[in-house]
């Protein structure tokens, strides 16, 4: 299998990390014809107006809408939940996939990061998984057709919505496979 990251901006790097931990192709995303033979694609942490402007730049929109329309697996974290949102309240370049409503830099500034144990549905286990909160937005609402994974407190911080799943928190920094996992088993159906 072989899954592509968004290569853009952001974090990665350490995603392609765990996936060659995992025994995954991992192929480095930036121009449309990267993501032909791919089994899902992860949008990374970074900053979302950075993301966006250069997924116009390079014309990565359209193909990485029609690759979710397709029904192949594309997973948003933090930044990358942004990019995938619906509405996010502001005028920015997104992919408008997920039926979600955010909030952007919902837990406060870098100096406000923070980290959590999560109870989260469908990620298998006996032990609660530790999400890494970096500027990290929270969903503020969701649409009928989308699932809830996660919450911290009462915010949404974890939703799948069909193939496509998003985390306010970054699974990659957290030592813990599991989330990756969940989404290689998405890809794979």
Request: glycine share 10%; charged share 20%.
């Amino acid at each position: 299998m072989k899954i592509g990251v968004l290569a853009l901006q952001g974090a990665f790097i350490e995603h392609e990390h765990v996936l060659k931990r995992l025994g995954v192709e991992a192929v480095e995303v930036r121009l449309p014809k990267e993501l032909e033979g791919l089994a899902g694609v992860i949008i990374p942490g970074g900053e979302s107006t950075t993301i966006g402007k250069l997924a116009v730049q390079y014309h990565l929109i359209e193909p990485l809408r029609e690759m979710a329309r397709s029904g192949r697996a594309l997973w948003g974290t933090c930044a990358g939940l942004i990019f995938m949102a619906k509405d996010v309240g502001r005028d920015q370049p997104l992919l408008g996939l997920m039926d979600v409503t955010v909030q952007r830099n919902a837990f406060g500034r870098q100096v406000d990061s923070f980290e959590a144990d999560l109870e989260v549905k469908g990620i298998s286990g006996t032990r609660p998984f530790h999400g890494v909160f970096i500027r990290a937005p929270l969903i503020e609402s969701v649409g009928p057709g989308v699932e809830v994974l996660a919450r911290f407190d009462s915010a949404i911080v974890a939703a799948r919505q069909s193939n496509l799943l998003v985390t306010s928190f970054h699974p990659e920094l957290s030592g813990d496979d599991r989330f990756h996992q969940y989404f290689l088993k998405m890809a794979a159906q």
